[in-house]
């Protein structure tokens, strides 16, 4: 157990809708990374949040947006949803500012599947 | 453009055997290099990681090296074991300030007893 969890663990919806994925961070840790894991794309970096900022942007959609809120936990808003976007969606924290340099803890994930 | 390449098919080894994983990039120039094991519907989980002054690194059977001349990383399993059996990811730093760790797609191993 990774001390990251997420909710849903699995969310069921159709194309158009919008969805909300939650994620708490381990105890202390600052960080929170969302990823977006399909089968043809592998494990995709979408944003990075540290203390209540925005750090650092990858191929997130202009339908997705994410925060992260005092209490360091955060969610990930997903709208307007296509087939496409069916996937795992990954959080993960670390204790600091650097994703790249730190270890990060991932959570179990949650399923979308968009019908 | 920039890749991470890892063997997309599985390798497949008897329990006991030394596997050796292959990550190889281009058009990064990471300052550090991550190794994950995943397990099917799971999270990553951290293995090791390794700076670029770094050539080597190890942790009890798992051993990291980082060549940043051939931009290529080797990870290495001695002895393994069935449980060893999972999807291998590296990972460097893809930006700035070292905020973005950026993946590729795995190599499954399989290890038969």
């Known amino acids: 157990d990774s001390g990251v969890t997420q909710t849903p663990k699995h969310l069921i919806t159709a194309t158009g809708q919008r969805v909300t994925l939650r994620c708490s961070p381990r105890?202390?840790?600052?960080?929170v990374y969302w990823y977006q894991q399909s089968l043809d794309q592998g494990l995709q970096f979408l944003i990075h949040?540290?203390?209540?900022?925005?750090?650092a942007k990858g191929n997130i959609l202009e339908r997705f947006s994410a925060q992260q809120f005092p209490d360091l936990h955060s969610e990930l808003n997903l709208s307007s949803l296509e087939l496409g976007d069916s996937a795992l969606y990954f959080c993960?924290?670390?204790?600091?500012?650097?994703?790249?340099?730190?270890?990060?803890?991932f959570g179990p994930g949650t399923r979308l599947t968009v019908l | 453009s920039q890749k991470i390449e890892q063997n997309s098919e599985a390798l497949n080894i008897q329990e006991g055997k030394t596997a050796t994983l292959t990550c190889n990039y281009t058009?990064?120039?990471?300052?550090?290099l991550q190794w994950y094991r995943q397990d099917p519907g799971r999270g990553p989980v951290f293995l090791l990681l390794?700076?670029?002054?770094?050539k080597e690194k190890r942790k009890e059977r798992l051993k990291v090296t980082f060549d940043t001349t051939l931009k290529q990383s080797l990870f290495h399993i001695t002895a393994s074991q069935p449980a060893d059996s999972a999807t291998y990811l590296c990972?460097?730093?893809?930006?700035?300030?070292?905020?973005?760790?950026?993946f590729g797609t795995g190599t499954r191993l399989l290890v038969s007893p």
């Open positions: 993960a924290s670390s204790a600091d500012s650097g994703g790249a340099y730190n270890e990060q803890f």
């Open positions: 105890s202390g840790d600052l960080s």
């Open positions: 949040y540290y203390n209540g900022e925005e750090r």
């Open positions: 058009n990064y120039s990471p300052a550090y």
């Open positions: 390794i700076r670029e002054n770094e």
């Open positions: 990972a460097l730093d893809g930006g700035t300030g070292f905020q973005k760790l950026v």
